[in-house]
């Protein structure tokens, strides 16, 4: 199986958890709202309060499914979340594949060659535990031309590993979200409003990695069954997801999920940025450690510390932030 992809900021889970709770403390109309009664006439324009409607996400092209095409989507998801109900502890190692539109390269056949080569480490404690660490960050580095000679028009080279590079890190102990940011050296903590505490990071900084809840997903993204792309139809479930509200939208544009149709678990999954750059994510869930002691990784949830020479910053997430609809695809370029 052949994918292509590049890097992308990690989005906050307190944002993806508040689509609901927005939605939740919108206030009622007011019934109050005519102007009270004075000794000179008000315009009956002014009389009235000016309500705004809603704005509804449209469904974008190609995520219109007919009554079978959602039957079937349905199926898979209330599967996928049954399967994720019997998981109280998961550990599981990846690679991730970084391909870059701007930086990228090309092999002898035309194919997109990764700028980076990463391998991490992802644990999962249910309900509202999870942690995430690229733990080995090797980029592809082209083999200089001779001296004297011009560069071959087939570029060759290798992934060298970057020793001291500090790769994507982020940590949920259920109170706080902790993100480093190596870029600017900070490490960044989210809190989690106190009526979020406690839910479950189904939709955390990376979707779809710790488990589903097929209302939650439905909710928050066009999902739609790419039988066109299942090239192995008796072991794999693609699933095409895109997002309803700018919250993601801002991250990612597309999430290409391919399911182990036996373990209903993301065997790869395929991440597209909004420039166009996209990762790959292969997990190894076949050695996969699911529902072993907690006290074997209980220190992976606990709040990490500040590397040498970094900032600790605290940033508060609005909720409205997280119910903006996105634009219709025809504004989307």
Not at 70 to 97: H, K, M, P, Y
């Amino acid at each position: 199986m052949y994918f292509t992809a590049r890097p992308r900021r990690l989005a906050i889970v307190i944002a993806f958890c508040a689509v609901a709770e927005v939605a939740a403390q919108q206030p009622a109309p007011n019934q109050e709202g005519v102007q009270p009664q004075t000794t000179q006439q008000q315009p009956a324009a002014a009389q009235q309060p000016i309500v705004q409607p809603p704005v509804a996400p449209q469904v974008p092209n190609g995520f219109q499914l007919n009554q079978l095409q959602q039957t079937a989507l349905d199926a898979v998801l209330d599967a996928w979340q049954r399967e994720s109900g019997t998981i109280n502890t998961f550990r599981c190692t990846f690679q991730r594949l970084e391909y870059d539109v701007a930086f990228g390269d090309r092999d002898k056949d035309n194919k997109e060659i990764p700028l980076f080569q990463n391998s991490g480490e992802l644990s999962y404690h249910r309900p509202d535990k999870g942690s995430f660490q690229i733990t080995q960050i090797k980029r592809w580095t082209q083999q200089p031309a001779p001296a004297g000679q011009q560069p071959p028009a087939v570029r060759t080279g290798d992934w060298l590993e970057q020793p001291n590079a500090i790769g994507d890190h982020w940590v949920c102990d259920g109170q706080s979200v902790y993100q480093y940011r190596p870029d600017v050296k900070q490490l960044v903590e989210h809190p989690i409003p106190p009526q979020l505490q406690g839910q479950a990071i189904v939709d955390g900084p990376l979707p779809f990695l710790f488990g589903a809840d097929a209302a939650k997903l439905k909710q928050r993204y066009w999902l739609k069954l790419d039988h066109e792309s299942n090239r192995d139809p008796n072991n794999q479930i693609w699933l095409i997801a895109t997002p309803r509200f700018q919250a993601q939208a801002a991250d990612f544009s597309r999430v290409d999920v391919v399911l182990d149709q036996h373990l209903f678990m993301p065997m790869y999954m395929q991440v597209w940025m909004p420039n166009r750059s996209h990762h790959v994510y292969i997990f190894d869930i076949r050695n996969a450690s699911k529902n072993t002691a907690l006290n074997q990784f209980k220190s992976l949830f606990e709040r990490p510390s500040t590397p040498f020479g970094w900032k600790r910053v605290v940033e508060n997430v609005p909720l409205q932030q997280a119910a903006q609809p996105v634009p219709p695809p025809a504004i989307r370029k």
